[in-house]
Antibody
Framework: EVQLLESGGGLVQPGGSLRLSCAAS????????MSWVRQAPEKGLEWVSL????????YYADSVKGRFIISRDNSKNTQYLQMNSLRAEDTAIYYC???????????????????WGQGTLVTVSS | QSVLTQPPSASGTPGQRVTISCSGS????????VNWYQQFPGTAPKLLIY???QRPSGVPDRFSGSKSGTSASLAISGLQSEDESDYYC???????????FGGGTKLTVL
């Protein structure tokens, strides 16, 4: 059974930093791209970032580019989202999601994001 | 403002067939496949349809997806009360080099 467990959320002041973690199990983590998707209170889903299976390719939404960094440690079956220069509009539930892209021989292709964690709440407020 | 456009709400009575539309452009739906998610309040989204019209294991065949040009649709036949949920479309956008979601549609079963 695929399990994705997010941690690291909480209350942070504007301009502050936070690092989210996602521990994965139930599938071959090192063979799967991973993504982050967020949902602001009472709002829709917004894709944030994704990383290829080997970590060589990363993608970001324009809204977080230059402030957030996605990474992974395949030896620990864990992905991370380092969030810097946080703003009030970053307040959301952040979901860890399996999938998003498939890369082979240097070319990458979109792949459905199939399994989602339960999310961790990030609140940016003074 | 979402890149993909969905109606904010839809409704139907039990047993009825309802459709939810998702409109995009050539850089997303027009050139890439569409996926659909179902989300109940307070829970994580669940993949409902992928690659335009494929159902993951366990998804009832009452749910179906289609795509034509720069638009896609989710159809739910034999509507049931437990289908009352939020539905989101998503596609890869080549111009933005990332995934773009629709704003979501809240389905009410009357």
């Amino acid at each position: 059974e695929v399990q994705l467990l997010e941690s690291g959320g909480g209350l942070v002041q504007p301009g502050g930093s936070l690092r989210l973690s996602c521990a994965a199990s139930g599938f071959t983590f090192s063979s799967s791209a991973m993504s982050w998707v967020r949902q602001a209170p009472e709002k829709g889903l917004e894709w944030v970032s994704l990383i290829s299976d080997n970590g060589h390719s990363t993608y970001y939404a324009d809204s977080v580019k230059g402030r957030f960094i996605i990474s992974r440690d395949n030896s620990k079956n864990t992905q991370y989202l380092q969030m810097n220069s946080l703003r009030a509009e970053d307040t959301a539930i952040y979901y860890c999601v399996k999938g998003g892209i498939y890369c082979i021989y240097g070319d990458c292709y979109p792949q459905p994001m199939d399994y989602w964690g339960q999310g961790t709440l990030v609140t940016v407020s003074s | 403002q979402s890149v993909l456009t969905q109606p904010p709400s839809a409704s139907g009575t039990p047993g009825q067939r309802v459709t939810i539309s998702c409109s995009g452009s050539g850089s997303n739906i027009g050139s890439k496949t569409v996926n659909w998610y179902q989300q109940f309040p307070g829970t994580a989204p669940k993949l409902l349809i992928y690659h335009n019209n494929q159902r993951p294991s366990g998804v009832p065949d009452r749910f179906s997806g289609s795509k034509s040009g720069t638009s896609a649709s989710l159809a739910i036949s034999g509507l049931q009360s437990e289908d009352e949920s939020d539905y989101y479309c998503v596609a890869w956008d080549d111009s933005l080099n990332g995934w773009v979601f629709g704003g979501g549609t809240k389905l009410t079963v009357l």
